[in-house]
C-alpha cells in the first residue's frame, strides 16, 4: 500500500513548483492603459487619412485653375513664406526654348491687342504709347529674363544662339514710336542682347579652348543669323559681329578687320 505520508509531501512539493493562478481581473489602470494606446492609434489612422482626402482635394483644386492663376496661387504663397522660394525654384523644372517662345508669343499678342483702335491702324503716337506700355515693359522684361537665362550656365552654346536668334527677332518686332524718348525701351534692348550675344559668343569660345568642336554649318548658321540682326537693326549689333569674328570666325573662315 502506498505511504500517506508520502503521498501528502508529494502532493506540497507540486503545489510549490506549479505556477500560481491569476489572482483576478486586469486592474483598473491597465485597461485604462489599453484603451488610450488603442484610442491614440485610431487617431493616428484618422489624421492620416484626413492629410490624403485633403491632399487629393486640393489636387483638384489646382488642377481648375487658369496659369495666371496658378502663377498668382504660387506668387501669394512666396510672398506670404519666403522660405519655400528656393524649393520651388528646385523643383520647377528648367525652362526650354520651345517652352518660352509659346509665353513670348502670347505676351507680342497682348501687346497688339493693347493699341487703341483707330480707322487708320496703331497710333505712334504719346497717347498711344502710354496705353501699351505697361504690356510692351512686360515684354522686354520677360524677354530681358530669359535671354539671360539661355546664355548662363549650364545652357550649350547651340541652345544659347538658338533663344538669342528668337529673342532679337521679337525686338525687331516692337513698335518703332514718334518720339525718340519712347523708343528708349525698343533701344536700351539691342543693347542688352547685343550684350547677351558676346557673352554667348565668349563662352562658345571658351568650350573649344576646353576641346568642344562646333559643325562648319552650325556655325555658318549663327554667323548668318547674327549679320540679319546686324540689317534689320541698322548697325546695333557691330560689337557682336567683330566679337564673332575674332573668336568663332576662322573655323568657317570669317576674317577680324584690321
Not at 519666403?82 to 518660352?100: G, K
Not at 559681329?241 to 576662322?250: Q, T
Amino acid at each position: 500500500m502506498s505511504d500517506p505520508l508520502a503521498m501528502l509531501k508529494r502532493k506540497q512539493s507540486e503545489d510549490i513548483d506549479s505556477p500560481m493562478p491569476s489572482s483576478g481581473p486586469a486592474s483598473p489602470s491597465d485597461s485604462s492603459d489599453s484603451s488610450s494606446m488603442e484610442r491614440a492609434k485610431i487617431k493616428r489612422v484618422r489624421t492620416t487619412t484626413e492629410m490624403v482626402s485633403k491632399k487629393k482635394s486640393v489636387s483638384k483644386l489646382i488642377a481648375t485653375l487658369s496659369s495666371s492663376q496658378l502663377i498668382n496661387l504660387v506668387g501669394t504663397l512666396v510672398d506670404n513664406h519666403p522660405s519655400l522660394a528656393e524649393e520651388i525654384a528646385n523643383l520647377v523644372p528648367r525652362p526650354t526654348v520651345a517652352s518660352v517662345q509659346p509665353l513670348l508669343t502670347s505676351l507680342e499678342t497682348k501687346l497688339q491687342e493693347a493699341f487703341p483702335y483707330t480707322k487708320w491702324g496703331p497710333g505712334r503716337d504719346d497717347y498711344s504709347f502710354n496705353r501699351v506700355k505697361p504690356a510692351l515693359e512686360e515684354l522686354v522684361e520677360t524677354l530681358t529674363d530669359y535671354t539671360n537665362h539661355f546664355t548662363s550656365p549650364p545652357e550649350f552654346p547651340t541652345t544659347s544662339f538658338s533663344f538669342l536668334h528668337i529673342a532679337t527677332e521679337f525686338c525687331h518686332r516692337l513698335p518703332n514710336w514718334d518720339s525718340a524718348a519712347n523708343n528708349e525701351l525698343k533701344s536700351n534692348l539691342y543693347k542688352s542682347l547685343e550684350e547677351y550675344w558676346i557673352k554667348a559668343i565668349r563662352d562658345a569660345s571658351s568650350k573649344l579652348e576646353e576641346g568642344k568642336i562646333y559643325g562648319h554649318m552650325t556655325v555658318q548658321e549663327w554667323a548668318k543669323n547674327l549679320q540679319q540682326h546686324q540689317e534689320k537693326s541698322h548697325g546695333m549689333f557691330s560689337s557682336a559681329i567683330e566679337e564673332f569674328k575674332s573668336k568663332l570666325g576662322w573655323i568657317i573662315g570669317l576674317q577680324t578687320q584690321c
